[in-house]
Protein backbone atom coordinates (compact mmCIF):
# COMPACT_ATOMS: atom_id res chain seq x y z
CA UNK A 1 0.00 0.00 0.00
CA UNK A 2 0.98 3.87 -0.51
CA UNK A 3 2.47 5.85 2.56
CA UNK A 4 1.00 8.83 2.76
CA UNK A 5 4.01 10.70 1.03
CA UNK A 6 3.53 8.86 -2.25
CA UNK A 7 1.82 9.91 -4.90
CA UNK A 8 0.15 8.45 -7.69
CA UNK A 9 1.17 8.79 -11.18
CA UNK A 10 -1.38 10.61 -13.21
CA UNK A 11 -3.25 7.90 -15.24
CA UNK A 12 -3.54 5.52 -12.15
CA UNK A 13 -5.58 4.46 -9.55
CA UNK A 14 -4.86 2.73 -6.17
CA UNK A 15 -6.83 -0.65 -5.80
CA UNK A 16 -6.96 -3.46 -2.77
CA UNK A 17 -4.77 -5.18 -5.30
CA UNK A 18 -2.15 -2.13 -5.99
CA UNK A 19 -1.80 0.79 -7.70
CA UNK A 20 -3.50 0.11 -11.86
CA UNK A 21 -4.56 2.45 -14.66
CA UNK A 22 -7.80 4.41 -14.46
CA UNK A 23 -9.75 2.63 -17.29
CA UNK A 24 -8.61 -0.99 -15.65
CA UNK A 25 -11.07 -2.79 -13.68
CA UNK A 26 -10.63 -5.07 -10.92
CA UNK A 27 -12.57 -8.75 -11.10
CA UNK A 28 -12.57 -11.92 -8.65
CA UNK A 29 -11.58 -15.28 -9.62
CA UNK A 30 -14.94 -16.25 -8.51
CA UNK A 31 -16.55 -13.20 -10.62
CA UNK A 32 -14.99 -13.98 -13.56
CA UNK A 33 -15.06 -17.65 -13.81
CA UNK A 34 -17.37 -20.44 -13.53
CA UNK A 35 -15.60 -23.53 -11.84
CA UNK A 36 -16.61 -26.98 -13.57
CA UNK A 37 -16.41 -30.51 -12.77
CA UNK A 38 -13.09 -32.44 -12.96
CA UNK A 39 -11.62 -35.83 -12.47
CA UNK A 40 -9.96 -37.82 -10.12
CA UNK A 41 -7.92 -40.14 -11.65
CA UNK A 42 -4.64 -40.88 -10.62
CA UNK A 43 -1.10 -41.76 -13.28
CA UNK A 44 -1.71 -44.76 -12.75
CA UNK A 45 -5.17 -45.19 -14.41
CA UNK A 46 -4.01 -43.46 -17.53
CA UNK A 47 -4.15 -45.36 -20.47
CA UNK A 48 -2.53 -44.68 -24.59
CA UNK A 49 -5.87 -45.82 -25.70
CA UNK A 50 -9.23 -44.29 -25.39
CA UNK A 51 -10.94 -41.63 -27.06
CA UNK A 52 -11.45 -39.20 -23.98
CA UNK A 53 -8.09 -37.27 -23.16
CA UNK A 54 -7.13 -36.31 -19.72
CA UNK A 55 -4.80 -33.84 -18.52
CA UNK A 56 -2.98 -34.28 -15.19
CA UNK A 57 -1.67 -31.49 -13.12
CA UNK A 58 1.79 -32.96 -12.85
CA UNK A 59 2.15 -32.25 -16.71
CA UNK A 60 0.91 -28.35 -16.08
CA UNK A 61 4.13 -28.31 -13.60
CA UNK A 62 6.87 -30.04 -15.88
CA UNK A 63 5.41 -29.33 -19.73
CA UNK A 64 3.73 -26.65 -20.25
CA UNK A 65 3.86 -23.10 -20.09
CA UNK A 66 0.98 -20.93 -20.60
CA UNK A 67 -0.71 -22.68 -22.93
CA UNK A 68 -1.91 -26.07 -23.44
CA UNK A 69 -2.37 -26.45 -27.12
CA UNK A 70 -4.37 -30.13 -28.17
CA UNK A 71 -2.81 -30.63 -31.26
CA UNK A 72 -0.33 -32.44 -28.87
CA UNK A 73 -1.24 -36.16 -27.36
CA UNK A 74 -2.36 -36.56 -24.17
CA UNK A 75 -2.79 -39.39 -22.07
CA UNK A 76 -6.37 -41.27 -22.90
CA UNK A 77 -9.31 -42.47 -20.07
CA UNK A 78 -10.55 -45.77 -20.99
CA UNK A 79 -14.44 -45.37 -21.75
CA UNK A 80 -15.72 -47.64 -18.65
CA UNK A 81 -14.40 -44.97 -16.79
CA UNK A 82 -15.94 -42.10 -17.74
CA UNK A 83 -18.32 -40.23 -15.77
CA UNK A 84 -20.34 -36.82 -15.90
CA UNK A 85 -17.03 -34.17 -16.31
CA UNK A 86 -17.23 -31.10 -18.23
CA UNK A 87 -15.44 -31.36 -21.58
CA UNK A 88 -12.50 -28.63 -21.99
CA UNK A 89 -13.02 -25.88 -24.32
CA UNK A 90 -10.93 -23.53 -26.17
CA UNK A 91 -10.20 -20.63 -24.38
CA UNK A 92 -10.70 -22.73 -20.91
CA UNK A 93 -8.16 -22.35 -18.02
CA UNK A 94 -6.40 -25.53 -16.11
CA UNK A 95 -5.36 -24.35 -12.75
CA UNK A 96 -2.78 -26.81 -10.98
CA UNK A 97 -4.11 -26.72 -7.16
CA UNK A 98 -1.47 -28.59 -6.18
CA UNK A 99 2.21 -27.77 -5.69
CA UNK A 100 5.65 -28.87 -3.61
CA UNK A 101 7.05 -25.23 -4.30
CA UNK A 102 5.78 -22.05 -3.68
CA UNK A 103 6.64 -21.11 -7.91
CA UNK A 104 4.39 -23.35 -8.51
CA UNK A 105 1.47 -22.42 -6.92
CA UNK A 106 -1.57 -22.08 -8.99
CA UNK A 107 0.30 -22.69 -12.24
CA UNK A 108 -2.33 -22.58 -15.26
CA UNK A 109 -2.83 -23.32 -18.91
CA UNK A 110 -5.05 -21.50 -21.23
CA UNK A 111 -6.80 -24.57 -23.33
CA UNK A 112 -6.47 -23.91 -27.46
CA UNK A 113 -6.84 -26.66 -30.49
CA UNK A 114 -9.93 -28.24 -28.77
CA UNK A 115 -11.33 -29.10 -32.05
CA UNK A 116 -13.77 -32.32 -32.08
CA UNK A 117 -11.59 -33.50 -29.19
CA UNK A 118 -12.77 -35.33 -26.07
CA UNK A 119 -10.70 -33.53 -22.77
CA UNK A 120 -11.31 -33.67 -19.19
CA UNK A 121 -9.44 -32.05 -16.60
CA UNK A 122 -8.03 -33.79 -13.71
CA UNK A 123 -6.71 -35.03 -10.18
CA UNK A 124 -5.28 -31.91 -8.33
CA UNK A 125 -6.80 -28.83 -11.09
CA UNK A 126 -9.43 -26.05 -11.15
CA UNK A 127 -11.09 -26.05 -14.27
CA UNK A 128 -12.19 -22.74 -15.36
CA UNK A 129 -14.38 -21.10 -17.61
CA UNK A 130 -14.62 -17.20 -18.45
CA UNK A 131 -18.44 -16.52 -17.38
CA UNK A 132 -19.05 -13.67 -19.65
CA UNK A 133 -15.73 -13.43 -22.03
CA UNK A 134 -14.12 -11.02 -19.33
CA UNK A 135 -10.99 -11.88 -21.09
CA UNK A 136 -9.67 -12.26 -24.57
CA UNK A 137 -8.16 -15.87 -25.66
CA UNK A 138 -4.63 -15.56 -25.42
CA UNK A 139 -4.56 -13.74 -22.23
CA UNK A 140 -5.95 -15.80 -19.90
CA UNK A 141 -2.76 -17.98 -19.70
CA UNK A 142 -0.64 -14.87 -18.40
CA UNK A 143 -2.90 -13.88 -15.48
CA UNK A 144 -1.39 -16.18 -12.80
CA UNK A 145 2.12 -15.00 -14.00
CA UNK A 146 1.02 -10.92 -12.83
CA UNK A 147 2.96 -10.20 -9.41
CA UNK A 148 -0.17 -8.70 -8.09
CA UNK A 149 -2.13 -11.81 -8.59
CA UNK A 150 0.49 -14.09 -7.63
CA UNK A 151 1.12 -12.71 -4.44
CA UNK A 152 -2.14 -13.24 -3.33
CA UNK A 153 -1.76 -16.70 -4.43
CA UNK A 154 0.90 -17.37 -2.64
CA UNK A 155 -0.76 -15.43 0.35
CA UNK A 156 -3.48 -17.76 0.21
CA UNK A 157 -1.73 -20.53 0.36
CA UNK A 158 -1.45 -23.93 2.60
CA UNK A 159 0.10 -26.74 3.61
CA UNK A 160 3.53 -28.05 5.23
CA UNK A 161 5.18 -30.47 2.25
CA UNK A 162 2.58 -29.77 -0.78
CA UNK A 163 1.28 -26.42 -1.26
CA UNK A 164 -2.22 -24.96 -2.31
CA UNK A 165 -4.96 -22.62 -2.80
CA UNK A 166 -8.80 -23.72 -1.10
CA UNK A 167 -11.31 -22.84 -4.15
CA UNK A 168 -12.91 -20.85 -1.70
CA UNK A 169 -10.05 -18.77 -1.23
CA UNK A 170 -9.26 -19.29 -4.80
CA UNK A 171 -12.43 -17.19 -5.88
CA UNK A 172 -11.50 -14.40 -3.52
CA UNK A 173 -8.38 -13.69 -5.01
CA UNK A 174 -8.25 -10.23 -7.62
CA UNK A 175 -7.08 -10.03 -11.24
CA UNK A 176 -6.49 -6.53 -12.84
CA UNK A 177 -8.38 -6.39 -15.87
CA UNK A 178 -7.62 -4.61 -18.84
CA UNK A 179 -9.45 -3.17 -21.43
CA UNK A 180 -10.40 -6.45 -24.01
CA UNK A 181 -7.97 -4.26 -27.01
CA UNK A 182 -4.95 -4.01 -24.51
CA UNK A 183 -5.66 -7.41 -23.34
CA UNK A 184 -4.96 -8.47 -27.22
CA UNK A 185 -2.14 -6.02 -27.73
CA UNK A 186 -0.47 -7.29 -24.56
CA UNK A 187 -1.20 -11.30 -25.77
CA UNK A 188 0.32 -10.47 -28.81
CA UNK A 189 3.20 -9.24 -27.63
CA UNK A 190 4.05 -11.80 -25.32
CA UNK A 191 2.96 -14.38 -27.32
CA UNK A 192 5.66 -13.15 -29.98
CA UNK A 193 8.12 -12.92 -27.24
CA UNK A 194 7.28 -16.59 -26.82
CA UNK A 195 7.92 -18.10 -30.29
CA UNK A 196 10.82 -16.30 -30.68
CA UNK A 197 12.30 -17.94 -27.21
CA UNK A 198 10.71 -21.31 -28.16
CA UNK A 199 12.59 -21.73 -31.65
CA UNK A 200 15.43 -20.64 -29.91
CA UNK A 201 14.69 -23.65 -27.65
CA UNK A 202 14.43 -25.61 -30.51
CA UNK A 203 17.34 -24.55 -32.07
CA UNK A 204 19.78 -25.34 -29.14
CA UNK A 205 17.99 -28.81 -28.97
CA UNK A 206 19.03 -29.36 -32.53
CA UNK A 207 22.81 -28.21 -31.85
CA UNK A 208 22.90 -30.42 -28.93
CA UNK A 209 21.41 -33.96 -31.34
CA UNK A 210 23.94 -32.66 -33.48
CA UNK A 211 26.71 -33.02 -31.14
CA UNK A 212 25.71 -35.90 -29.77
CA UNK A 213 25.98 -37.44 -33.07
CA UNK A 214 29.37 -35.96 -33.45
CA UNK A 215 30.87 -37.11 -30.43
CA UNK A 216 29.36 -40.84 -31.23
CA UNK A 217 31.60 -40.83 -34.41
CA UNK A 218 34.63 -38.73 -33.54
CA UNK A 219 35.04 -40.54 -29.81
CA UNK A 220 34.53 -44.14 -31.19
CA UNK A 221 36.80 -43.31 -34.07
CA UNK A 222 33.72 -44.05 -36.55
CA UNK A 223 34.68 -41.15 -38.47
CA UNK A 224 38.08 -39.70 -38.81
CA UNK A 225 38.96 -36.25 -39.17
CA UNK A 226 40.80 -35.10 -42.45
CA UNK A 227 44.39 -35.66 -42.51
CA UNK A 228 44.27 -38.38 -39.66
CA UNK A 229 44.90 -42.49 -40.02
CA UNK A 230 46.32 -45.27 -37.74
CA UNK A 231 44.98 -48.14 -35.34
CA UNK A 232 42.84 -46.95 -31.89
CA UNK A 233 43.65 -48.22 -28.78
CA UNK A 234 41.68 -48.77 -25.48
CA UNK A 235 43.31 -48.63 -22.31
CA UNK A 236 42.57 -47.85 -18.87
CA UNK A 237 42.24 -44.44 -17.13
CA UNK A 238 45.14 -45.44 -14.87
CA UNK A 239 47.33 -46.65 -17.47
CA UNK A 240 47.29 -42.48 -18.79
CA UNK A 241 46.87 -40.37 -16.19
CA UNK A 242 49.47 -40.51 -13.91
CA UNK A 243 47.61 -39.37 -10.90
CA UNK A 244 44.37 -40.25 -8.96
CA UNK A 245 43.64 -39.20 -5.36
CA UNK A 246 40.71 -37.33 -3.59
CA UNK A 247 41.10 -33.87 -1.70
CA UNK A 248 40.93 -34.55 1.88
CA UNK A 249 38.83 -31.72 3.25
CA UNK A 250 35.27 -31.22 4.61
CA UNK A 251 32.44 -29.54 2.74
CA UNK A 252 32.44 -26.92 5.30
CA UNK A 253 36.22 -25.81 5.05
CA UNK A 254 35.24 -23.73 2.50
CA UNK A 255 35.72 -19.57 3.25
CA UNK A 256 33.90 -16.72 0.99
CA UNK A 257 36.33 -14.48 -0.52
CA UNK A 258 39.36 -17.00 -0.42
CA UNK A 259 41.97 -17.06 -2.87
CA UNK A 260 41.59 -20.28 -4.71
CA UNK A 261 39.08 -22.35 -5.69
CA UNK A 262 37.27 -24.83 -3.50
CA UNK A 263 35.61 -28.05 -5.56
CA UNK A 264 33.16 -30.57 -3.81
CA UNK A 265 30.67 -32.56 -5.68
CA UNK A 266 28.37 -29.67 -6.65
CA UNK A 267 28.33 -28.29 -9.89
CA UNK A 268 29.95 -24.76 -8.71
CA UNK A 269 33.05 -24.45 -7.04
CA UNK A 270 33.55 -22.30 -3.89
CA UNK A 271 36.33 -20.52 -2.50
CA UNK A 272 39.13 -21.52 0.23
CA UNK A 273 42.24 -19.67 1.74
CA UNK A 274 44.39 -22.54 1.09
CA UNK A 275 45.40 -24.83 -1.99
CA UNK A 276 46.66 -28.14 -1.37
CA UNK A 277 46.98 -29.00 -5.57
CA UNK A 278 48.77 -26.82 -8.56
CA UNK A 279 47.83 -29.01 -11.41
CA UNK A 280 46.04 -29.43 -14.95
CA UNK A 281 43.44 -31.77 -13.48
CA UNK A 282 40.07 -32.97 -13.95
CA UNK A 283 37.81 -33.32 -11.26
CA UNK A 284 35.39 -35.79 -11.13
CA UNK A 285 32.20 -35.68 -8.12
CA UNK A 286 32.49 -38.47 -6.36
CA UNK A 287 28.77 -38.74 -4.63
CA UNK A 288 25.85 -36.82 -4.13
CA UNK A 289 23.13 -35.63 -6.75
CA UNK A 290 25.67 -34.58 -9.13
CA UNK A 291 27.79 -37.72 -9.08
CA UNK A 292 30.24 -37.86 -12.01
CA UNK A 293 30.10 -34.46 -12.77
CA UNK A 294 33.57 -33.45 -14.01
CA UNK A 295 35.08 -30.25 -14.14
CA UNK A 296 38.69 -28.87 -15.38
CA UNK A 297 41.22 -26.46 -13.79
CA UNK A 298 44.68 -25.84 -14.49
CA UNK A 299 46.37 -23.60 -10.93
CA UNK A 300 45.72 -23.75 -7.22
CA UNK A 301 42.86 -25.34 -5.86
CA UNK A 302 41.65 -27.38 -3.71
CA UNK A 303 39.17 -30.34 -3.03
CA UNK A 304 36.88 -32.19 -0.97
CA UNK A 305 37.51 -35.53 0.57
CA UNK A 306 34.98 -37.33 -1.99
CA UNK A 307 35.86 -35.26 -4.89
CA UNK A 308 38.62 -37.28 -7.12
CA UNK A 309 40.98 -35.10 -8.39
CA UNK A 310 42.79 -36.78 -11.83
CA UNK A 311 46.08 -34.99 -13.19
CA UNK A 312 49.07 -36.14 -15.14
CA UNK A 313 47.78 -37.21 -18.01
CA UNK A 314 49.75 -38.87 -20.97
CA UNK A 315 46.64 -38.09 -23.15
CA UNK A 316 45.41 -34.97 -23.99
CA UNK A 317 43.21 -34.29 -21.07
CA UNK A 318 40.27 -32.04 -22.89
CA UNK A 319 40.00 -35.26 -24.87
CA UNK A 320 39.68 -37.71 -21.92
CA UNK A 321 37.41 -35.30 -20.30
CA UNK A 322 35.11 -35.55 -23.55
CA UNK A 323 35.31 -39.30 -23.40
CA UNK A 324 34.20 -39.44 -19.59
CA UNK A 325 31.57 -36.90 -20.14
CA UNK A 326 29.82 -39.31 -22.70
CA UNK A 327 31.13 -42.47 -20.88
CA UNK A 328 31.29 -42.12 -17.06
CA UNK A 329 27.20 -41.85 -16.16
CA UNK A 330 27.02 -45.41 -17.84
CA UNK A 331 29.59 -46.70 -15.88
CA UNK A 332 28.66 -45.76 -12.76
CA UNK A 333 24.62 -46.72 -13.33
CA UNK A 334 26.18 -50.29 -14.49
CA UNK A 335 28.11 -50.59 -10.69
CA UNK A 336 25.03 -49.40 -8.40
CA UNK A 337 23.03 -51.92 -7.40
CA UNK A 338 19.27 -51.31 -7.30
CA UNK A 339 18.06 -49.00 -4.54
CA UNK A 340 21.79 -48.00 -3.63
CA UNK A 341 23.06 -44.00 -3.75
CA UNK A 342 24.89 -44.12 -6.92
CA UNK A 343 29.03 -42.97 -6.31
CA UNK A 344 32.33 -43.55 -7.50
CA UNK A 345 34.69 -45.86 -5.78
CA UNK A 346 38.60 -45.85 -7.04
CA UNK A 347 38.06 -48.72 -9.11
CA UNK A 348 34.87 -46.99 -11.24
CA UNK A 349 37.53 -44.38 -12.35
CA UNK A 350 40.71 -46.52 -12.73
CA UNK A 351 39.71 -49.05 -14.27
CA UNK A 352 37.80 -47.19 -16.59
CA UNK A 353 38.23 -47.85 -20.62
CA UNK A 354 39.12 -45.49 -22.57
CA UNK A 355 39.51 -45.23 -26.33
CA UNK A 356 42.25 -43.08 -27.92
CA UNK A 357 43.35 -42.21 -31.16
CA UNK A 358 47.02 -42.92 -31.46
CA UNK A 359 48.27 -39.75 -32.14
CA UNK A 360 47.84 -36.84 -29.43
CA UNK A 361 47.25 -34.27 -32.27
CA UNK A 362 44.23 -36.51 -33.57
CA UNK A 363 43.19 -35.94 -29.63
CA UNK A 364 43.37 -32.26 -30.02
CA UNK A 365 41.92 -32.02 -33.18
CA UNK A 366 38.42 -33.92 -32.10
CA UNK A 367 38.62 -32.03 -28.65
CA UNK A 368 38.64 -28.77 -30.52
CA UNK A 369 35.76 -29.95 -32.51
CA UNK A 370 33.97 -30.53 -29.90
CA UNK A 371 34.71 -27.25 -27.74
CA UNK A 372 33.89 -25.30 -30.73
CA UNK A 373 30.12 -26.88 -30.71
CA UNK A 374 30.17 -26.62 -27.15
CA UNK A 375 30.91 -22.68 -27.35
CA UNK A 376 28.07 -22.48 -29.75
CA UNK A 377 25.54 -24.07 -27.54
CA UNK A 378 26.43 -22.02 -24.58
CA UNK A 379 26.22 -18.81 -26.70
CA UNK A 380 22.72 -20.46 -27.40
CA UNK A 381 22.14 -20.73 -24.05
CA UNK A 382 23.14 -17.56 -22.61
CA UNK A 383 21.09 -15.58 -25.48
CA UNK A 384 18.17 -17.58 -24.67
CA UNK A 385 18.16 -16.96 -21.06
CA UNK A 386 18.78 -13.00 -22.37
CA UNK A 387 15.53 -13.11 -23.76
CA UNK A 388 13.76 -15.30 -21.12
CA UNK A 389 14.95 -12.38 -18.66
CA UNK A 390 13.62 -9.98 -21.03
CA UNK A 391 10.33 -11.39 -21.36
CA UNK A 392 9.84 -11.91 -17.75
CA UNK A 393 10.25 -8.10 -17.48
CA UNK A 394 8.61 -6.72 -19.90
CA UNK A 395 5.48 -9.84 -18.96
CA UNK A 396 5.28 -7.71 -15.30
CA UNK A 397 5.40 -4.28 -16.94
CA UNK A 398 2.56 -5.34 -19.23
CA UNK A 399 0.66 -7.39 -16.98
CA UNK A 400 0.16 -4.60 -14.08
CA UNK A 401 0.22 -1.91 -16.57
CA UNK A 402 3.57 0.02 -16.08
CA UNK A 403 3.68 -0.18 -19.61
CA UNK A 404 1.02 0.69 -21.74
CA UNK A 405 1.18 -0.46 -25.49
CA UNK A 406 -2.90 -0.02 -26.49
CA UNK A 407 -4.99 3.33 -25.23
CA UNK A 408 -1.87 5.83 -23.90
CA UNK A 409 -2.87 9.62 -23.84
Same mark, same amino acid.
Given at each position: ???????????????????????????????????????????????????????????????????????????????????????????????????????????????????????????????????????????? =????? %??? +?????? /??? *??? !?? &???????????????????????????????????????????????????????????????????????????????????? =????? %??? +?????? /??? *??? !?? &?????????????????????????????????????????????????????????????????????????????????????????????????????????????????????????????????????????????
Amino acid at each position: MLTVTQKIKTGYKQTELGVIPEDWDVITYGKAFDFLRTAQYSREQLSDNGKTSYVHYGDIHTKWNYFLDLKNDLPKIKENQIKDYDLIKDGDLIMADASEDYEGICKSVEVKNTKEKKVISGLHTFLLRDKDNNFVDGFR =GYIHT %NKL +VKSSMD /RYA *TGL !KV &YGVSKTNLKLIQIPKPPKPEQTAIATVLSDADALIKKLEELIEKKKNIKQGTMQELLTGKKRLPGFSGKWEVKKLSDICGKITT =GRLNA %NAM +VDGGEY /RFY *TCA !KD &YYQIDRYAFNAEALLVSGNGANVGYIHYYKGKFNAYQRTYVLSDFSADIQYIKLFMDRNLQERIRVEVNAGNTPYITMGTLTEMQIMIPPTKDEQVAIANVLSEMDAEIEKLESQLVKYQNIKQGMMQQLLTGKIRIYGNK
